[in-house]
């Protein structure tokens, strides 16, 4: 291991509480690993990005381990990282550099939800789950696989509960978005709504979609709404991240290299 650098990619937020959330993140990550070398990058609105988080790993490891703090494989994990990383292949000859998946929505983030999902259902006095409606609310891609996997967390959810409506919504680039997915459910007859947004860390993304949901409670005074937060810093996020480095310390990588190139019949 002491030839390894492991190189964990956040996001980078421009909301000032973002990052350091991150970094903190990075910290417990590291005394729960404490023979591990890892280094920390953003992909943006950081200090420290891409190059230079490549540069800062290659220069204390033979091999580099690049972990994408990321939920789904869109667009910065399949071309731009990928394409940061053939550049630093070329400044560095005598180092590998191997990439591995991003989080993707596994049972481990399938439980995150599942324990949002109960709390945010607390909150609301006679949760019947017939006029109950959950919205699971993502990113928004537009990679058709990164939003597919959205849909299939939802139907999961939906598998394991009694609610007759769990839909997903997105905060940008594709549809529908969330006050669409509410006005369906609404127009359904549901009084109560759950929205339980999928997203790891803090940001301007987060506190945008507070600020609409205080919106929607006073355009639908009559349905009760409940949400959960972000991630944060659950044991399943962390445990993903240590299975992601183990599959490669113990070769079970497929290649040198993973190959996410992008899906060449995705709509634009």
Known sequence: MKDDCILLIGHG?????GNPQIERFLEQWRKSQPDWQIELCFIEFADVE?????????AKGKRVIVVPLVLNAAGHVRAEIPHHIQHAKARHLDTTFVYT?????????????????????AELHFPAPSNTGVIV??????DRKANG??????????????????DIAFTGVTTPRLETSVQRQVILGMK?????????????????IEQQIQRLKQQYPEIAFANSSYFGFENEIKAVLNERVYAV???RQGGEFLDISPDTHQHH
């Open 50 to 58: 891409i190059e230079q988080g490549l540069d800062n790993a290659a």
């Open 149 to 166: 996997e959205m849909s299939k967390i939802a139907r999961w959810l939906f598998e394991e509960s009694e609610h007759e409506l769990v």
């Open 101 to 121: 998946p991003p989080i993707t929505a596994g049972e481990p983030v399938f439980s995150i939800l599942k324990k949002n999902w109960r709390n945010a259902l």
């Open 192 to 208: 109560q709504i759950v929205i339980l947004p999928l997203y790891l860390f803090n940001g301007t993304l987060i506190k945008r």
């Open 13 to 17: 937020s421009r909301d000032p509480e």
């Open 249 to 251: 310390l113990n070769n």
């Open 137 to 142: 609310l993502g990113r928004g891609s537009s």
